[in-house]
């Protein structure tokens, strides 16, 4: 004779135990895939750099300025100076070369390197970040990759959907 739980035979109480098991195994990952996801979207949006590229006649003191405010704008998560000096050297590691050997002159300007929070790393915010930060005198240009902000963000979209 079968025993009975709470009114169940025990063929029906194995049943309905495995599939609130399943049930709950299934929400549990869509749930951890969740999490991972919105992780991985804040991590690959607060990587984007976006490089604000100064004058070269500014002062070490009107550079410590101008990085203060910068640094003062809730979008920035953090920033960096790259001196003229230090851009030379990096491209010159990267390429094996010296530029300065063919071209008798040192080709980099003075940047500082933004990367912004997550919230902002969109094409409408970065737009109007780039022009509010143009707006300086000692900004020669800002530059971000356009379309890799644009593709992150649809991809985030899709993903987000299913």
């Keep these: 004779m079968s025993k009975k739980h709470n009114g169940l035979s025990s063929t029906q109480f194995i049943t309905t ?88 002159y040192n080709p980099f300007t003075a940047s500082f390197e933004i990367k912004m929070k997550a919230p902002y790393a969109n094409p409408d915010s970065l737009r109007i970040i780039a022009h509010e930060i143009k707006k300086d005198q000692a900004v020669i240009d800002v530059n971000y990759p356009k379309d890799l902000v644009k593709s992150i963000n649809e991809n985030i979209s899709k993903i987000s959907i299913v």
């Design 17 to 104: 135990t495995i599939s609130t098991t399943l049930v709950l195994i299934l929400l549990g990952t869509i749930v951890l895939f969740m999490l991972t996801a919105r992780n991985l979207s804040t991590y690959v949006k607060e990587n984007i750099t976006m490089s604000v590229l100064i004058s070269d006649d500014l002062s070490s003191e009107q550079i410590n300025k101008m990085q203060k405010t910068l640094e003062k704008n809730k979008y920035i998560k953090n920033i960096s100076y790259i001196s003229r000096e230090q851009a030379l050297k990096e491209v010159s590691q990267e390429m094996g070369t010296d530029p300065t050997e063919f071209l008798g």
